[in-house]
Protein backbone atom coordinates (compact mmCIF):
# COMPACT_ATOMS: atom_id res chain seq x y z
CA UNK A 1 0.00 0.00 0.00
CA UNK A 2 1.50 3.16 -0.59
CA UNK A 3 0.74 6.19 1.05
CA UNK A 4 1.50 10.32 0.55
CA UNK A 5 2.29 12.09 3.89
CA UNK A 6 0.37 15.48 3.32
CA UNK A 7 2.05 18.51 5.32
CA UNK A 8 0.83 21.56 6.44
CA UNK A 9 2.68 24.24 4.19
CA UNK A 10 2.39 27.00 6.78
CA UNK A 11 4.48 25.04 9.57
CA UNK A 12 6.02 22.10 7.46
CA UNK A 13 4.42 19.75 10.15
CA UNK A 14 2.48 16.28 8.66
CA UNK A 15 -1.28 16.56 8.87
CA UNK A 16 -2.38 12.79 7.83
CA UNK A 17 -0.92 10.11 5.31
CA UNK A 18 -3.22 9.63 2.46
CA UNK A 19 -3.71 6.38 0.63
CA UNK A 20 -2.75 6.31 -2.99
CA UNK A 21 -4.72 4.33 -5.52
CA UNK A 22 -3.09 1.51 -7.71
CA UNK A 23 -3.95 1.29 -11.43
CA UNK A 24 -5.99 -1.98 -10.51
CA UNK A 25 -7.57 -0.17 -8.11
CA UNK A 26 -8.83 2.96 -10.49
CA UNK A 27 -9.36 0.68 -12.92
CA UNK A 28 -11.86 -0.76 -10.79
CA UNK A 29 -13.30 2.60 -9.73
CA UNK A 30 -13.54 3.77 -13.45
CA UNK A 31 -16.04 0.20 -14.05
CA UNK A 32 -18.48 1.29 -11.02
CA UNK A 33 -18.56 4.55 -12.75
CA UNK A 34 -19.46 3.09 -16.05
CA UNK A 35 -22.04 0.88 -14.32
CA UNK A 36 -23.65 3.87 -12.55
CA UNK A 37 -23.73 5.93 -15.47
CA UNK A 38 -26.93 4.70 -17.37
CA UNK A 39 -28.92 4.83 -14.10
CA UNK A 40 -27.99 8.38 -13.55
CA UNK A 41 -27.92 9.52 -17.35
CA UNK A 42 -31.81 8.57 -16.75
CA UNK A 43 -32.40 10.74 -13.93
CA UNK A 44 -35.22 12.82 -14.72
CA UNK A 45 -33.67 16.03 -15.30
CA UNK A 46 -35.77 17.84 -12.28
CA UNK A 47 -34.49 15.23 -9.84
CA UNK A 48 -31.01 15.05 -10.82
CA UNK A 49 -31.21 19.41 -10.49
CA UNK A 50 -32.67 18.35 -6.90
CA UNK A 51 -29.56 16.29 -6.23
CA UNK A 52 -27.58 18.66 -7.94
CA UNK A 53 -29.01 21.63 -5.65
CA UNK A 54 -29.25 19.14 -2.65
CA UNK A 55 -25.34 18.81 -2.58
CA UNK A 56 -24.97 22.29 -2.58
CA UNK A 57 -26.37 22.77 0.59
CA UNK A 58 -24.28 20.10 2.09
CA UNK A 59 -21.44 21.55 0.91
CA UNK A 60 -22.29 25.39 2.68
CA UNK A 61 -23.41 23.67 5.68
CA UNK A 62 -19.77 22.43 5.62
CA UNK A 63 -17.64 25.28 4.32
CA UNK A 64 -15.91 25.77 7.86
CA UNK A 65 -14.73 22.54 7.79
CA UNK A 66 -13.79 22.59 4.21
CA UNK A 67 -12.13 25.61 4.43
CA UNK A 68 -9.65 24.62 7.79
CA UNK A 69 -9.18 21.41 5.75
CA UNK A 70 -7.62 23.61 3.10
CA UNK A 71 -5.97 25.92 5.38
CA UNK A 72 -4.20 23.46 6.41
CA UNK A 73 -3.59 21.29 2.99
CA UNK A 74 -2.81 23.93 0.85
CA UNK A 75 -1.23 26.80 2.78
CA UNK A 76 -4.51 28.90 1.82
CA UNK A 77 -5.18 31.66 3.81
CA UNK A 78 -8.71 31.49 5.45
CA UNK A 79 -10.65 33.65 3.68
CA UNK A 80 -9.42 32.62 0.27
CA UNK A 81 -10.49 28.56 1.31
CA UNK A 82 -13.86 30.30 2.87
CA UNK A 83 -14.30 31.65 -0.44
CA UNK A 84 -13.03 28.21 -2.38
CA UNK A 85 -15.64 26.55 -1.10
CA UNK A 86 -18.10 28.57 -1.61
CA UNK A 87 -17.54 28.91 -5.26
CA UNK A 88 -17.86 24.70 -5.22
CA UNK A 89 -21.73 25.53 -3.32
CA UNK A 90 -22.49 27.91 -6.10
CA UNK A 91 -20.86 26.29 -9.11
CA UNK A 92 -23.26 23.53 -8.11
CA UNK A 93 -26.17 25.64 -7.70
CA UNK A 94 -25.65 27.57 -11.04
CA UNK A 95 -25.40 24.09 -13.11
CA UNK A 96 -28.15 22.52 -11.18
CA UNK A 97 -30.59 24.80 -13.37
CA UNK A 98 -28.95 22.39 -16.59
CA UNK A 99 -30.71 19.53 -16.67
CA UNK A 100 -33.68 20.85 -17.19
CA UNK A 101 -32.17 23.20 -20.25
CA UNK A 102 -30.07 20.81 -21.99
CA UNK A 103 -32.16 22.15 -25.18
CA UNK A 104 -30.94 20.95 -28.58
CA UNK A 105 -32.86 22.38 -31.85
CA UNK A 106 -35.47 21.67 -34.08
CA UNK A 107 -33.50 22.54 -37.82
CA UNK A 108 -35.90 22.90 -40.51
CA UNK A 109 -35.51 20.16 -43.30
CA UNK A 110 -38.79 18.71 -46.08
CA UNK A 111 -40.66 16.12 -45.35
CA UNK A 112 -40.25 15.60 -41.47
CA UNK A 113 -38.67 16.82 -38.74
CA UNK A 114 -35.12 17.22 -37.89
CA UNK A 115 -34.07 17.78 -33.97
CA UNK A 116 -30.71 17.69 -31.90
CA UNK A 117 -30.07 16.12 -29.09
CA UNK A 118 -27.09 16.49 -26.07
CA UNK A 119 -26.40 13.65 -24.70
CA UNK A 120 -23.92 12.79 -21.89
CA UNK A 121 -20.23 11.52 -23.10
CA UNK A 122 -20.76 8.76 -20.61
CA UNK A 123 -17.53 8.63 -17.68
CA UNK A 124 -15.93 11.64 -17.48
CA UNK A 125 -12.35 12.22 -16.07
CA UNK A 126 -11.35 15.66 -13.81
CA UNK A 127 -7.48 16.07 -13.05
CA UNK A 128 -7.01 18.78 -10.76
CA UNK A 129 -3.71 20.23 -9.95
CA UNK A 130 -2.99 21.61 -5.76
CA UNK A 131 -3.26 25.33 -6.54
CA UNK A 132 -7.11 25.96 -6.26
CA UNK A 133 -8.15 22.32 -5.15
CA UNK A 134 -11.82 22.74 -4.49
CA UNK A 135 -12.69 25.44 -7.29
CA UNK A 136 -11.16 23.72 -9.98
CA UNK A 137 -13.05 20.44 -9.28
CA UNK A 138 -15.89 22.29 -8.99
CA UNK A 139 -16.11 23.63 -11.80
CA UNK A 140 -15.68 20.01 -13.97
CA UNK A 141 -17.88 18.09 -11.62
CA UNK A 142 -20.45 20.76 -11.82
CA UNK A 143 -21.71 21.17 -15.15
CA UNK A 144 -20.00 17.33 -15.89
CA UNK A 145 -22.95 15.87 -13.17
CA UNK A 146 -25.78 18.45 -14.23
CA UNK A 147 -25.12 17.18 -18.06
CA UNK A 148 -25.90 13.25 -17.00
CA UNK A 149 -22.02 11.92 -16.96
CA UNK A 150 -20.79 10.27 -14.17
CA UNK A 151 -17.16 11.44 -13.02
CA UNK A 152 -13.86 10.25 -11.28
CA UNK A 153 -11.61 13.15 -9.84
CA UNK A 154 -8.33 12.49 -8.99
CA UNK A 155 -6.92 15.44 -6.58
CA UNK A 156 -3.33 16.89 -7.04
CA UNK A 157 -1.00 14.01 -4.38
CA UNK A 158 0.01 17.24 -2.78
CA UNK A 159 -3.46 18.35 -2.04
CA UNK A 160 -6.16 15.23 -1.67
CA UNK A 161 -8.00 16.18 1.29
CA UNK A 162 -10.86 18.62 0.20
CA UNK A 163 -11.48 16.54 -2.74
CA UNK A 164 -12.05 13.64 -0.59
CA UNK A 165 -14.44 15.60 2.06
CA UNK A 166 -16.40 16.66 -1.13
CA UNK A 167 -16.93 13.31 -2.66
CA UNK A 168 -18.09 12.07 0.92
CA UNK A 169 -20.58 15.30 0.80
CA UNK A 170 -21.87 13.97 -2.76
CA UNK A 171 -23.15 10.87 -1.31
CA UNK A 172 -24.17 12.34 1.92
CA UNK A 173 -26.35 14.59 -0.28
CA UNK A 174 -28.11 11.71 -1.83
CA UNK A 175 -25.57 11.43 -5.09
CA UNK A 176 -25.75 7.36 -6.10
CA UNK A 177 -22.68 5.37 -5.71
CA UNK A 178 -20.31 5.45 -8.29
CA UNK A 179 -21.70 8.66 -9.68
CA UNK A 180 -18.74 11.74 -8.27
CA UNK A 181 -15.71 9.05 -7.16
CA UNK A 182 -12.75 10.52 -5.62
CA UNK A 183 -9.16 8.83 -6.58
CA UNK A 184 -6.42 9.93 -4.84
CA UNK A 185 -3.25 8.90 -6.04
CA UNK A 186 -0.22 9.71 -8.66
CA UNK A 187 -0.46 11.46 -11.93
CA UNK A 188 1.58 9.06 -13.14
CA UNK A 189 -0.65 5.92 -12.32
CA UNK A 190 -4.48 7.33 -12.03
CA UNK A 191 -4.20 10.48 -13.99
CA UNK A 192 -2.64 8.20 -17.27
CA UNK A 193 -5.35 5.85 -16.74
CA UNK A 194 -7.77 8.21 -17.15
CA UNK A 195 -6.33 8.61 -20.38
CA UNK A 196 -5.42 5.09 -21.53
CA UNK A 197 -8.97 3.72 -19.84
CA UNK A 198 -11.71 3.36 -22.98
CA UNK A 199 -14.11 3.91 -20.68
CA UNK A 200 -12.85 7.31 -19.74
CA UNK A 201 -14.51 9.43 -22.85
CA UNK A 202 -13.05 12.65 -21.48
CA UNK A 203 -10.50 14.20 -19.75
CA UNK A 204 -10.79 17.48 -18.25
CA UNK A 205 -6.70 18.61 -17.20
CA UNK A 206 -5.91 21.54 -15.50
CA UNK A 207 -2.08 22.01 -14.64
CA UNK A 208 1.00 22.71 -16.36
CA UNK A 209 1.60 22.82 -19.64
CA UNK A 210 4.15 20.19 -20.12
CA UNK A 211 1.40 17.71 -18.80
CA UNK A 212 -0.88 18.95 -20.60
CA UNK A 213 1.20 18.15 -24.05
CA UNK A 214 1.69 14.41 -22.88
CA UNK A 215 -1.86 14.29 -21.84
CA UNK A 216 -3.64 15.73 -25.34
CA UNK A 217 -1.36 13.31 -27.27
CA UNK A 218 -2.11 10.46 -24.83
CA UNK A 219 -6.11 11.45 -25.74
CA UNK A 220 -5.16 11.44 -29.71
CA UNK A 221 -4.67 7.98 -29.41
CA UNK A 222 -8.59 6.96 -29.09
CA UNK A 223 -9.51 10.47 -30.22
CA UNK A 224 -10.54 11.29 -26.61
CA UNK A 225 -12.58 14.51 -25.69
CA UNK A 226 -10.05 16.91 -23.48
CA UNK A 227 -10.31 19.84 -22.11
CA UNK A 228 -7.44 21.79 -20.65
CA UNK A 229 -6.51 24.72 -18.57
CA UNK A 230 -2.60 25.10 -18.33
CA UNK A 231 -0.32 27.63 -17.54
CA UNK A 232 0.36 31.66 -17.62
CA UNK A 233 2.13 34.41 -17.80
CA UNK A 234 0.13 37.08 -17.81
CA UNK A 235 0.11 40.99 -18.58
CA UNK A 236 -0.95 43.56 -16.15
CA UNK A 237 -0.25 47.07 -18.69
CA UNK A 238 -0.97 50.56 -17.03
CA UNK A 239 -1.42 53.07 -19.25
CA UNK A 240 -0.11 57.12 -17.85
CA UNK A 241 -3.45 57.74 -18.11
CA UNK A 242 -5.04 55.40 -15.57
CA UNK A 243 -5.73 56.16 -11.92
CA UNK A 244 -2.12 54.88 -11.23
CA UNK A 245 -3.16 55.15 -7.00
CA UNK A 246 -5.83 52.70 -7.72
CA UNK A 247 -4.07 50.40 -10.04
CA UNK A 248 -0.56 50.30 -7.79
CA UNK A 249 -2.67 49.29 -5.25
CA UNK A 250 -4.27 46.35 -6.55
CA UNK A 251 -1.65 45.25 -8.65
CA UNK A 252 0.14 43.11 -5.41
CA UNK A 253 -3.35 41.11 -5.48
CA UNK A 254 -3.76 40.19 -9.10
CA UNK A 255 -0.13 38.97 -8.43
CA UNK A 256 0.44 37.58 -5.01
CA UNK A 257 -2.76 36.45 -4.52
CA UNK A 258 -2.59 32.63 -3.30
CA UNK A 259 1.28 32.97 -3.24
CA UNK A 260 1.37 33.69 -6.79
CA UNK A 261 0.31 30.02 -7.48
CA UNK A 262 -2.48 31.12 -9.56
CA UNK A 263 -2.37 30.28 -13.55
CA UNK A 264 -3.83 34.11 -13.84
CA UNK A 265 -1.70 35.75 -11.84
CA UNK A 266 -0.58 39.03 -13.63
CA UNK A 267 2.93 38.17 -12.98
CA UNK A 268 4.35 41.16 -15.68
CA UNK A 269 3.36 44.13 -14.72
CA UNK A 270 3.62 46.99 -17.64
CA UNK A 271 4.38 50.59 -17.26
CA UNK A 272 3.86 53.58 -19.62
CA UNK A 273 7.47 54.78 -19.31
CA UNK A 274 6.03 58.94 -17.86
CA UNK A 275 4.12 56.82 -14.87
CA UNK A 276 6.37 54.68 -14.17
CA UNK A 277 8.57 56.04 -11.20
CA UNK A 278 5.14 57.25 -9.54
CA UNK A 279 3.81 53.79 -10.13
CA UNK A 280 7.10 51.89 -8.82
CA UNK A 281 6.78 54.38 -5.34
CA UNK A 282 3.29 53.32 -4.67
CA UNK A 283 3.68 49.42 -5.34
CA UNK A 284 6.54 49.61 -2.94
CA UNK A 285 4.18 50.89 -0.23
CA UNK A 286 1.29 48.60 -1.56
CA UNK A 287 4.00 45.00 -1.35
CA UNK A 288 5.22 46.31 1.89
CA UNK A 289 1.64 46.28 3.56
CA UNK A 290 0.43 43.15 2.13
CA UNK A 291 -0.29 41.35 5.53
CA UNK A 292 1.81 37.88 4.49
CA UNK A 293 0.82 36.00 7.64
CA UNK A 294 -0.55 32.81 9.81
CA UNK A 295 -3.20 31.99 6.93
CA UNK A 296 -5.43 30.58 9.50
CA UNK A 297 -5.38 34.12 11.00
CA UNK A 298 -8.53 35.87 9.56
CA UNK A 299 -6.40 38.90 8.44
CA UNK A 300 -3.81 37.25 6.27
CA UNK A 301 -3.38 37.93 2.67
CA UNK A 302 -0.82 35.86 1.85
CA UNK A 303 0.04 32.55 2.66
CA UNK A 304 3.10 30.34 2.62
CA UNK A 305 4.12 27.97 -0.89
CA UNK A 306 2.41 24.65 -1.35
CA UNK A 307 5.56 22.84 -0.53
CA UNK A 308 9.02 23.20 0.14
CA UNK A 309 9.80 21.41 -3.91
CA UNK A 310 7.90 24.60 -5.01
CA UNK A 311 9.42 27.24 -2.83
CA UNK A 312 13.19 25.60 -3.96
CA UNK A 313 11.53 26.26 -7.15
CA UNK A 314 10.91 29.95 -6.91
CA UNK A 315 14.12 30.51 -5.04
CA UNK A 316 15.54 29.53 -8.21
CA UNK A 317 14.34 32.05 -10.22
CA UNK A 318 15.83 34.84 -8.63
CA UNK A 319 18.88 33.36 -8.23
CA UNK A 320 21.27 36.09 -9.94
CA UNK A 321 18.64 38.36 -10.43
CA UNK A 322 18.22 42.33 -8.47
CA UNK A 323 14.99 42.43 -6.75
CA UNK A 324 14.06 45.77 -6.55
CA UNK A 325 12.15 45.25 -3.46
CA UNK A 326 10.18 43.17 -1.27
CA UNK A 327 7.14 42.65 1.15
CA UNK A 328 7.64 40.31 4.72
CA UNK A 329 7.14 36.64 5.28
CA UNK A 330 7.29 34.50 8.89
CA UNK A 331 10.74 33.79 9.37
CA UNK A 332 9.20 30.40 10.91
CA UNK A 333 9.22 26.78 9.45
CA UNK A 334 6.93 26.79 6.62
CA UNK A 335 7.43 27.44 2.94
CA UNK A 336 7.58 31.26 3.10
CA UNK A 337 8.84 33.38 0.51
CA UNK A 338 8.24 37.28 0.67
CA UNK A 339 6.18 38.85 -2.16
CA UNK A 340 9.26 40.28 -4.50
CA UNK A 341 9.27 42.65 -6.89
CA UNK A 342 12.00 42.38 -9.91
CA UNK A 343 12.71 45.23 -12.53
CA UNK A 344 13.35 43.74 -16.22
CA UNK A 345 14.41 45.23 -19.24
CA UNK A 346 14.98 42.68 -21.33
CA UNK A 347 11.91 40.18 -22.43
CA UNK A 348 14.33 37.39 -23.00
CA UNK A 349 15.02 37.34 -19.35
CA UNK A 350 13.19 33.55 -18.02
CA UNK A 351 11.86 35.70 -15.09
CA UNK A 352 9.94 37.95 -17.94
CA UNK A 353 9.00 34.28 -19.93
CA UNK A 354 8.73 31.87 -17.61
CA UNK A 355 5.87 30.85 -15.13
CA UNK A 356 6.93 31.29 -12.05
CA UNK A 357 4.01 29.84 -9.90
CA UNK A 358 5.06 31.92 -7.00
CA UNK A 359 5.04 35.86 -5.06
CA UNK A 360 7.55 37.39 -7.76
CA UNK A 361 6.59 40.22 -10.33
CA UNK A 362 8.11 41.27 -13.55
CA UNK A 363 7.83 45.09 -13.91
CA UNK A 364 9.15 46.65 -17.62
CA UNK A 365 8.64 50.29 -18.50
CA UNK A 366 6.70 50.93 -22.42
CA UNK A 367 6.55 54.01 -24.88
CA UNK A 368 3.11 53.59 -26.65
CA UNK A 369 0.50 51.21 -27.10
CA UNK A 370 1.89 49.50 -29.76
CA UNK A 371 4.67 48.65 -27.81
CA UNK A 372 2.40 47.47 -24.70
CA UNK A 373 0.79 44.59 -26.95
CA UNK A 374 3.66 43.43 -28.55
CA UNK A 375 5.10 42.98 -25.34
CA UNK A 376 1.81 41.61 -23.50
CA UNK A 377 1.65 39.13 -26.87
CA UNK A 378 5.43 38.37 -26.83
CA UNK A 379 4.89 34.97 -24.82
CA UNK A 380 3.41 31.34 -25.34
CA UNK A 381 0.59 31.62 -23.15
CA UNK A 382 -2.35 33.59 -23.31
CA UNK A 383 -4.62 33.26 -20.33
CA UNK A 384 -5.95 36.48 -18.55
CA UNK A 385 -4.81 40.08 -18.24
CA UNK A 386 -5.56 43.46 -16.67
CA UNK A 387 -5.60 46.84 -18.74
CA UNK A 388 -5.41 50.26 -16.66
CA UNK A 389 -6.98 53.08 -18.38
CA UNK A 390 -9.08 55.47 -18.50
CA UNK A 391 -9.45 55.87 -22.13
CA UNK A 392 -12.31 53.71 -23.11
CA UNK A 393 -11.42 53.64 -26.88
CA UNK A 394 -7.77 52.32 -25.83
CA UNK A 395 -9.45 49.81 -23.72
CA UNK A 396 -11.81 48.51 -26.32
CA UNK A 397 -8.37 48.63 -29.01
CA UNK A 398 -6.04 47.01 -26.48
CA UNK A 399 -8.43 44.22 -25.22
CA UNK A 400 -9.07 43.03 -28.35
CA UNK A 401 -5.95 43.10 -29.31
CA UNK A 402 -4.11 40.90 -26.23
CA UNK A 403 -3.83 37.03 -27.10
CA UNK A 404 -6.10 36.13 -23.93
CA UNK A 405 -8.55 34.38 -23.10
CA UNK A 406 -9.73 36.41 -19.64
CA UNK A 407 -9.20 39.98 -19.60
CA UNK A 408 -10.48 42.95 -17.47
CA UNK A 409 -10.19 46.56 -17.49
CA UNK A 410 -9.72 48.52 -14.53
CA UNK A 411 -10.03 45.72 -12.68
CA UNK A 412 -8.42 42.47 -12.09
CA UNK A 413 -11.65 40.39 -11.82
CA UNK A 414 -11.56 36.89 -10.45
CA UNK A 415 -12.98 33.83 -12.51
CA UNK A 416 -16.77 33.96 -12.70
CA UNK A 417 -18.44 30.74 -12.40
CA UNK A 418 -21.09 32.21 -14.72
CA UNK A 419 -18.72 33.63 -17.54
CA UNK A 420 -16.06 31.58 -19.85
CA UNK A 421 -12.68 30.57 -18.79
CA UNK A 422 -9.99 29.41 -20.72
CA UNK A 423 -6.86 30.22 -22.21
CA UNK A 424 -5.36 31.18 -25.96
CA UNK A 425 -2.17 29.53 -27.45
CA UNK A 426 -0.66 27.34 -25.09
CA UNK A 427 -2.60 28.09 -21.92
CA UNK A 428 -5.16 26.05 -23.10
CA UNK A 429 -7.85 24.08 -25.18
CA UNK A 430 -11.45 24.45 -24.87
CA UNK A 431 -13.55 26.52 -22.35
CA UNK A 432 -14.59 26.18 -18.81
CA UNK A 433 -17.31 27.31 -16.76
CA UNK A 434 -20.38 30.15 -17.95
CA UNK A 435 -23.63 29.10 -19.60
CA UNK A 436 -22.20 26.29 -22.16
CA UNK A 437 -20.08 24.52 -19.80
CA UNK A 438 -22.26 21.34 -19.73
CA UNK A 439 -22.98 21.20 -23.18
CA UNK A 440 -18.75 20.50 -23.53
CA UNK A 441 -19.52 17.69 -21.54
CA UNK A 442 -22.16 15.97 -24.47
CA UNK A 443 -22.26 14.66 -27.82
CA UNK A 444 -24.34 16.73 -30.16
CA UNK A 445 -26.78 13.85 -31.80
CA UNK A 446 -28.82 14.86 -35.19
CA UNK A 447 -31.97 12.65 -35.47
CA UNK A 448 -33.81 13.28 -38.68
CA UNK A 449 -37.68 12.02 -38.48
CA UNK A 450 -39.48 11.30 -41.87
CA UNK A 451 -43.44 12.58 -42.10
CA UNK A 452 -44.35 9.00 -44.14
CA UNK A 453 -42.04 6.45 -44.25
CA UNK A 454 -39.58 6.71 -47.40
CA UNK A 455 -40.05 4.58 -50.34
CA UNK A 456 -36.82 5.33 -51.72
CA UNK A 457 -34.14 7.05 -50.02
CA UNK A 458 -33.16 10.28 -51.06
CA UNK A 459 -29.19 10.33 -49.67
CA UNK A 460 -26.77 12.91 -49.27
CA UNK A 461 -23.34 12.35 -50.61
CA UNK A 462 -21.11 12.59 -48.08
P1 LIG B 1 1.01 19.26 -12.93
O1 LIG B 1 0.80 19.37 -14.38
O2 LIG B 1 2.29 18.66 -12.47
O3 LIG B 1 -0.11 18.36 -12.25
C1 LIG B 1 -1.49 18.60 -12.41
C2 LIG B 1 -2.26 17.33 -12.17
O4 LIG B 1 -1.90 16.40 -13.18
C3 LIG B 1 -1.93 16.64 -10.83
O5 LIG B 1 -3.11 16.07 -10.32
C4 LIG B 1 -0.95 15.56 -11.26
O6 LIG B 1 -0.95 14.45 -10.40
C5 LIG B 1 -1.50 15.17 -12.61
N1 LIG B 1 -0.52 14.53 -13.50
C6 LIG B 1 0.82 14.67 -13.49
N2 LIG B 1 1.38 13.89 -14.45
C7 LIG B 1 0.36 13.27 -15.09
C8 LIG B 1 0.29 12.35 -16.19
N3 LIG B 1 1.38 11.93 -16.81
N4 LIG B 1 -0.92 11.93 -16.59
C9 LIG B 1 -2.04 12.36 -15.98
N5 LIG B 1 -2.04 13.21 -14.93
C10 LIG B 1 -0.85 13.67 -14.49
O7 LIG B 1 0.75 20.70 -12.37
P2 LIG B 1 0.78 21.19 -10.87
O8 LIG B 1 2.22 21.28 -10.51
O9 LIG B 1 -0.11 20.38 -10.00
O10 LIG B 1 0.08 22.61 -11.01
C11 LIG B 1 0.77 23.74 -11.37
C12 LIG B 1 0.54 24.08 -12.84
O11 LIG B 1 -0.83 24.07 -13.19
C13 LIG B 1 1.01 25.47 -13.20
O12 LIG B 1 1.78 25.41 -14.37
C14 LIG B 1 -0.27 26.26 -13.46
O13 LIG B 1 -0.18 27.32 -14.33
C15 LIG B 1 -1.19 25.23 -13.94
N6 LIG B 1 -2.57 25.60 -13.64
C16 LIG B 1 -3.39 26.05 -14.64
C17 LIG B 1 -4.69 26.42 -14.36
C18 LIG B 1 -5.63 26.89 -15.43
O14 LIG B 1 -6.82 26.96 -15.18
N7 LIG B 1 -5.19 27.24 -16.61
C19 LIG B 1 -5.17 26.32 -13.08
C20 LIG B 1 -4.32 25.85 -12.08
C21 LIG B 1 -3.03 25.49 -12.40
Known amino acids: MTTFTVVNPATAQPVTDVVMATAEETDALIERAHDAFPAWR???????????????SVVDAHLDELADLEVR??????????????NVRDVLNYYSAAPERLFGRQIPVP???????????????????????????????????????????KPAELTPLTAIR????????????????????KGSIVGERFVTHPLVRKVCFTGSTEVGKQIMRGC???VKRVTLELGGKSANIVFADADIAKAAATAPYAVFDNAGQDCCARSRILVQRSAYDEFLGRLETSVKALKVIDPSDPDSEMGPLVSAKQKESVLGYLDGVETAFTGTAPASDGFWVPPTVVLADDPAMPIWREEVFGPVVAVMAFDDEEEAVRLANDTEYGLSGSIFTRDVSRALRVA????SGNLSVNSHSAVRYWTPFGGYKQSGLGRELGPDAPAAFTEEKNVFIAQEVAQEEEREQP
Open 111 to 153: GGIDVTFHEPLGVVGIIVPWNFPMPIAGWGFGPALAAGNTVVL
Open 400 to 403: RAVE
Open 73 to 86: NAGHTLGNARWEAG
Open 42 to 56: DVAPGERARLLRSFA
Open 166 to 185: LGELALEAGLPEGVLTVIPG
Open 220 to 222: ADQ
